[in-house]
């Protein structure tokens, strides 16, 4: 049936061949408009299913929490003053952009200093607190006693100021503690020389049409402040926070995209005009692979609607491996032509000697992509549906184009193919003998090359067993990020902000059913982290609300206002220097001081852990260790110790965030990785037998290409040390569909001329699959130029995967064939 149809279609093309490119025109127009509206996404966790549990949970907690993004504002200076007077003239600047842009601004801690240092005594154990009430009484008499000189031994004072200041400072919330860097309140390195502002968005990451333009209004105010005053003039402002870097990315990976899709493309050309010599053929190529660019991505924004950071390098691949099908046909189109055939006539032997072949080399490849459809990773599956979707589309394009334009562009006057005299003639009549060379080596050495074959399956036998048994899985996530050299300024600013402000940035939200059990969380997770060996905690620390909230008020409170009360006492009675005066002021409780709860707590402590209504005290914070970060083993330990808690009370927290996406990814892929290999290679052995149904031994031999070539493959893998991560995994399964469309091309023309003669095949057909094979891997080597290392090694594997399968379709298999004739020659006798 489909045979009939292409016959009727290839008359129709030669009778009225405007009609099927209008229609082409018509469909291109409107998949032309759907394509322009794809977008692209470029977080991680658009990578998994919507329906993800940590997806799920990540997406709750994003719509609740009001600071959304942070953008960290680096100043860095010669003068202490002038960058804590930037800093304070920042804020303003910053809240005046508005709340819907940025909720929150501060440059220290100094609201908070004023309400929590005086209040510091209150964060103490009740024994700590009454014994430092007593060492105050205690010091108290014994300078009462001195001053009476009625001490009857002067040993010195009970209790020093030094230790007093100490006891205050020991889980002081308000920025005083021991060893703390801002005891002035600013966020600033210890010399004086570097300071930070932080700012809060409730824009949702992954917003990047407000993104970008609150990043603009961000820098507008602090180059506003800049120029304000002539002594800011010398500040040098950065910018980091996950914002920023969001954003910085996201151009990054479109740059990437359209670098990386116009190399491919060109390249893939280029090798198309070395290959025919004429600008025709290059003219016909460049049309019909753009145009089904057009179509498959105008198809996938209808079904999928945008791309991620895996499938927007899809318009490299599907141009090197879907332009095949044109290079086939036009192939044989210009072999008839040379042979003197008219063009009509040219035209129609080419259709009918290679849609059969098309349409199986097509489908081989679909099915390689297709496998990556059962794989529960979306990105996976969105990968293998556009480029499966690619396949047949460029299949289906360049059989309703390449006809006609061929015989629209044949030039009036044509030249005999045959007889043209000129360089440009004999070089077309000859080609460049892409499959010349391969059929010169196989007589000259068919035993050595079919020896090799069998060598590389060995080797890669024990290298593909010794690669999966030593773990190939990437656990550093820097394996898939994007080149530092791109991002240096990002990186320099975030080392800045890390050295003022440590880690504690980076923490993981939870969102709790109540404050309630948002402190019994807490309470949980710190149970949970004492109990954990020294060496090998899952976190570094927790947080919440409640730490700014101390325990035991109604009895705590009295005793403090009477140590703060004798103090005051001491001061007046000259009891206490000034200079020990100035160390223990800020502690001193004001003389109304009450207990308080969540909702005495002033905005700007409150602020990091509110939701968009104000709800206060539902968030917990987790902070990894900042040495393991990158480390997703470790990640996957730090998630599991907040993914899912069961409270005392029964109910269970769940948690999400980055690591809690990265621990999924990885588990997704080597949950898949089995899965897709075996469809995948199930599909291509399918395709093979049913190809060669009626003959066995042509089947075998394709089978034992395929198994040379994957060989090949797995010994790169294992001696290379490539590691598998979510971006590259997907070269695996399409090595099948794709490596062995090559040697089904060989057997198939060798097939077709009577298996008499396996040079004359690769001399024909050999050229035209070395061509296919090139403009496949110019496809991938495309991806090599990436800025990203995943999508780099993605090209890397994909190009050796076809080395691999090239060789063995135009060296070994035509070896093995070689071999088998001679031997029934031999054996037949020689003819008259």
């Given amino acids: ?81 002038t960058l804590r007077a930037f800093g304070d003239a920042v804020i303003p600047a910053l809240l005046a952009i508005g709340p819907d842009t940025i909720s929150s601004a501060e440059d220290g801690t100094q609201q908070a200093r004023a309400f929590l240092m005086p209040r510091a005594g209150l964060f103490l154990e009740r024994t700590e607190l009454d014994k430092l009430h007593d060492d105050v009484f205690a010091r108290w008499d014994y300078e009462v006693a001195k001053e009476a000189d009625q001490l009857l031994d002067d040993n010195g004072p009970p209790v020093t100021i030094d230790d007093i200041e100490k006891r205050f400072k020991k889980n002081d919330k308000g920025g005083g503690s021991e060893g703390d860097d801002h005891r002035d309140g600013y966020y600033e390195k210890k010399d004086g020389t570097a300071l930070v502002v932080v700012a809060r968005s409730p824009i949702p990451g992954g917003d990047l049409a407000k993104t970008g333009p609150a990043l603009d209004r961000v820098r507008a105010a602090v180059e506003g402040v800049r120029t304000s005053r002539p002594e800011f003039a010398p500040v040098r402002a950065g910018y980091a926070g996950d914002m920023p870097q969001g954003f910085v990315e996201y151009q ?124 529960e990773f979306s990105a996976f599956r969105d990968f293998g549906f556009i480029a499966a979707v690619g396949m047949v589309l460029c299949w289906v394009v360049k059989t309703l184009m390449v006809p006609p334009l061929l015989l629209l562009s044949e030039p009036r006057k044509p030249v005999d193919e045959a007889t043209d005299p000129s360089l440009i003639g004999r070089i077309r009549r000859y080609g460049l003998g892409y499959g010349r060379i391969f059929a010169w080596i196989v007589p000259r050495a068919p035993r050595a090359s079919l020896g090799a074959g069998l060598l590389v399956v060995g080797v890669g036998a024990v290298s593909g067993y010794l690669y999966i048994r030593r773990d190939p899985m990437e656990y550093d996530t820097r394996g898939t990020e994007n080149d530092p050299r791109k991002k240096q300024e990002i990186d320099r600013v975030w ?61 705590k409170v009295p005793v403090l206002l009477e140590t703060g009360e004798r103090l005051e ?7 206490l220097s000034d200079a020990d005066w100035a160390r223990v002021k800020d502690y001193i409780p004001p003389h109304d001081l009450r207990p308080y709860g969540l909702v005495d707590l002033p905005d700007t402590i409150a602020r990091p852990y509110s939701e968009k209504d104000g709800t206060r005290g539902r968030l917990v914070g987790i902070e990894p260790k900042p040495s393991r970060s990158n480390d997703i083993r470790y990640l996957i330990k730090y998630s599991a110790s907040f993914r899912e808690t069961r409270l005392p009370n029964g109910k269970i927290v769940k948690g999400s965030g980055r690591a809690v996406i990265f621990g999924d990814i990885l588990q997704a892929v080597l949950h898949d990785v089995p899965k897709a290999v075996s469809l995948s290679l199930a599909l291509t052995l399918l395709a093979v037998l049913v190809t060669f149904r009626s003959g066995g031994r042509h089947a075998l031999s394709v089978i034992f290409a395929l198994l040379v070539g994957v060989a090949g493959e797995a010994t790169f893998l294992y001696f290379a040390d490539v590691k598998i991560n979510f971006l590259n995994f997907a070269a695996l399964p399409i090595t099948f569909g794709i490596g062995v469309d090559y040697a089904i091309n060989v057997v198939q023309r060798y097939r077709a001329d009577g298996s008499k003669d396996i040079l004359a ?72």
């Fill in 252 to 375: 990054s990976i479109r740059d990437d995209l359209l670098g990386v899709g116009v190399t491919g493309v060109a390249l893939v050309l280029g090798a198309v005009m070395i290959y025919f010599m004429r600008l025709r053929a290059l003219l016909v190529m460049g049309v019909t692979i753009g145009v089904a660019l057009v179509w498959t991505f105008g198809v996938t924004q209808l079904v999928i609607g945008h791309l991620n950071v895996a499938t927007g390098f899809l318009f490299s691949i599907v141009a090197g491996n879907g332009i095949n099908v044109g290079i086939l046909y036009q192939a044989r189109y210009y072999e008839e032509r040379r042979r003197g055939v008219p063009v009509h006539e040219a035209l129609r032997t080419a259709v009918r000697q290679t849609w059969q072949p098309t349409v199986i080399a097509t489908l081989s490849s679909a099915a390689a992509y297709v496998s990556l459809l059962v794989t």
């Fill in 761 to 832: 095949a690769l001399r024909t057909t050999g050229g035209a699959v070395v061509l296919c094979s090139l403009t496949t891997m110019l496809g991938y080597l495309a991806l090599v130029g990436s800025h990203n290392k995943g999508i780099r090694s993605l090209g890397t594997i994909a190009v050796m995967g076809e080395v691999t399968c090239l060789l063995a379709a135009v060296l070994v298999l035509p070896a093995l064939w070689y071999l088998v004739q001679r031997r029934r020659t031999r054996r037949e006798g020689p003819g008259p």
């Fill in 495 to 555: 080392a800045g902000v890390n050295e003022i402000l440590g880690g504690g940035h980076d923490a993981m939200i939870v969102l709790a059913d109540t404050p309630e059990d948002a402190r019994a969380l807490q309470k949980k997770l710190q149970a949970d982290y004492d109990a954990a060996p020294n060496d090998d905690k899952p976190f570094e620390a927790v947080h919440s609300l409640w730490d700014m909230v101390p325990e035991e008020q109604d009895a």
């Fill in 569 to 575: 006492r001491a001061r007046a009675k000259h009891y």
């Fill in 1 to 81: 049936m489909l045979k009939e149809l292409v016959e009727r279609l290839s008359d129709l093309q030669i009778r009225r061949p405007w009609t099927p490119l209008l229609f082409v025109a018509l469909v291109t127009a409107v998949l032309g408009f759907f394509a322009s509206k794809l977008e692209l996404r470029t977080r991680y966790d658009q990578l998994l299913p919507d329906d993800q549990p940590s997806v799920v949970e990540l997406h709750r907690v994003e719509a609740r929490t009001a600071s959304a993004q942070t953008v960290m504002i680096l100043l860095d200076g010669a003068d202490r003053k």
